[in-house]
């Protein structure tokens, strides 16, 4: 068996290298490979004696034959589902008992809210033949998104009123965002977290008379990966960039705002401020890319104010490519998922109304 080094993998998302483990733990992060040989295995850490059995890593396997290694690639089902439940999991990625080219790709499903994955090794019967460093890696469209639940993929694989949320359920690749990515080949990175707002995570608007501010996007946002960070006890680095340069942001944030907004208008007013303030802040981060901003599938009660923010920034930026994409609440007759969130039908739908606006831009 060879020992394949992390640095030889294709990797996708933010990850953070902490004592010799790379930790991968935004949805559909990870890496890819391709090989030629019998067998992969890789180990991967995480910390399920922190959550309870709804709440662990959940790792999605993908095994094609051949060499593409392009989003476009990717099959609608893994292979494999991997939960996460001890410290240390020895998983096989591929096994055959003869000799053949495969791609080999491991995305987590599961959000960085819950269990986390570390890559410690991998290890090859055969030969590793790809590169991080293709040609055809480095001229892909790159795509980043910030968001929340919606973003992760939350609940699709549950059913409204039936199911409770659980990480199983967890399908970031079911979702608009990276079907997004998928429909215009892009490279994609996540930066999403369910429950989290601009002034206000959700809260509950019959019973809670404060909003929660305890974990806003913009304290989490500029750092890699802030809550892991500070599980492992060290202080949180702010996201290197440099490392990936994406050639369009798409911010997905104000559903948890509505649950505190609630019709006000001075609410209301502060969260098309700090809308129109990370705009920025993405603009000043990246500032070659367009930016697009979004909202409207599980509420369209901010989407003037998302319109409004593009605005007041486009004011003071008049150079800068930047437009609101405007969704419609989801529809029952298109499925509802877990805890009232969108089912794989409605972000579809979303995806082709965001991928069009996204050529235009």
């Not at 090989?35 to 059995?53: H, N, Q, Y």
């Not at 790809?130 to 795509?143: F, I, Y």
């Not at 907004?261 to 890319?289: C, D, F, K, N």
Request: one cysteine or more.
């Amino acid at each position: 068996m060879k020992t394949i080094e992390k640095e030889n993998l294709i990797w996708c998302g933010r990850y953070l290298d902490h004592n010799g483990i790379r930790y991968f733990d935004y949805s559909a992060s990870g890496f890819c490979f391709v090989m030629k040989g019998k067998r992969a295995e890789t180990v991967i850490l995480s910390d399920p004696d922190s959550w309870d059995e709804a709440n662990k890593g959940v790792l999605g396997i993908f095994v094609t034959e051949g060499s593409d290694t392009s989003i476009a690639a990717i099959p609608e089902e893994p292979t494999a589902r991997i939960t996460l439940s001890k410290r240390e999991n020895h998983i096989v990625l591929f096994d055959s008992p003869v000799e053949k080219t495969v791609t080999v790709r491991v995305m987590k499903f599961s959000e960085a809210a819950f269990g986390y994955a570390g890559f410690k090794s991998l290890e090859l019967e055969g030969d590793l033949l790809s590169s991080p460093e293709s040609p055809a890696t480095e001229s892909q469209l790159k795509l980043e998104f910030i968001g929340d639940s919606i973003t992760c993929g939350y609940g699709i694989e549950g059913v409204w009123e039936k199911d409770t949320f659980t990480t199983q359920q967890e399908r970031p690749d079911k979702a608009y965002a990276f079907l997004t990515a998928k429909a215009l080949g892009a490279q994609v990175q996540l930066c999403s977290w369910s429950g989290i707002g601009l002034i206000s995570n959700y809260v509950d608007p019959e019973t809670i008379m404060l909003p929660d501010t305890h974990w806003l996007m913009q304290a989490n946002w500029p750092y890699t990966d802030k809550s892991l960070s500070l599980r492992l006890g060290i202080e949180p680095e702010v996201w290197d960039g440099a490392g990936y340069e994406p050639d369009i942001v798409v911010i997905h944030l104000g559903t948890n705002d509505i649950s505190w907004v609630r019709g006000m208008e001075e609410r209301r007013l502060e969260y098309t401020a700090q809308l129109r303030q990370l705009i920025e802040a993405v603009h000043r981060r990246s500032p070659r890319a367009k930016i697009c901003c979004c909202l409207g599938i599980m509420g369209e009660q901010l989407n003037a104010s998302v319109e409004e923010a593009v605005n007041l920034f486009k004011k003071d930026f008049p150079n800068v490519a930047a437009k609101a994409v405007l969704f419609t609440q989801q529809l029952e007759e298109d499925g509802i998922a877990a805890d009232w969130h969108p089912s794989a039908v409605t972000h579809k739908k979303a995806a082709e109304l965001l991928a069009e606006a996204l050529r235009t831009l």
